[in-house]
């Protein structure tokens, strides 16, 4: 579980907590703020920076772990071509070397199926899976359900620990969350920009 502390607190792209192959795209920012609930300190907040096309550096302060502050970085590897091949990102959570786990090395996998049905959906059914060394989680994997086209259900499991979250995405930029992190509630807003 404390493998999953780093790497949820500095991932590229995000699920919930576990990072994804895609980067912030085509937006080149994005920022979630949040309360939680029953920790020492309640805030939380998230950056993912797209830099360049390939590149995305992350920063996190949260009151998991005493208001502390992480910053990681990721590399597109191969971008996902939609319905035909996964998007592959490489990445290190932790750079600084601030916490206990360490510095934590990853590589995240996502690719989305087509949402087909009676009424085919504007997004897709999100699959993301991964595998770190050192201070991030050994094994990580998580499912992006969309319920309609504007209401998704979200899962991930990493290292023994469940999290799972209701967005709800009021435009193309705006999203508000509601989340089961690590057994709190998180109550979020998601910019993109």
């Not at 502050?69 to 959570?93: C, K, L, M, R, T």
């Amino acid at each position: 579980m404390l493998g999953l502390i780093v790497l949820q607190t500095a991932s590229a792209d995000r699920l919930i907590e576990i990072p994804t192959g895609r980067l912030v795209y085509p937006e080149r920012l994005a920022m979630e703020v949040g309360v939680l609930e029953n920790t020492p300190h309640q805030t939380r907040t998230l950056i993912n920076l797209r830099v360049a096309n390939l590149w995305e550096v992350q920063g996190a302060r949260t009151g998991f772990d005493g208001r502390l502050e992480v910053y990681g970085i990721q590399y597109s590897v191969y971008p996902e071509i939609p319905g035909y091949a996964p998007g592959v990102a490489v990445g290190i959570s932790d750079l600084t070397d601030r916490t206990s786990q360490g510095r934590g090395y990853y590589v995240a996998i996502s690719y989305g199926i087509a949402a087909l049905g009676k009424t085919p959906l504007d997004h897709d059914l999100r699959v993301h899976l991964g595998f770190g060394a050192e201070g991030a989680p050994s094994f990580f994997i998580g499912f992006d359900i969309p319920l309609n086209n504007y209401l998704f259900l979200r899962a991930e499991y990493a290292d023994n620990q469940i999290n799972g979250a209701l967005a709800w995405r009021l435009s193309e930029h705006l999203e508000l969350r509601v989340a089961a992190i690590r057994q709190h509630t998180s109550w979020s807003i998601m910019i993109r920009l």
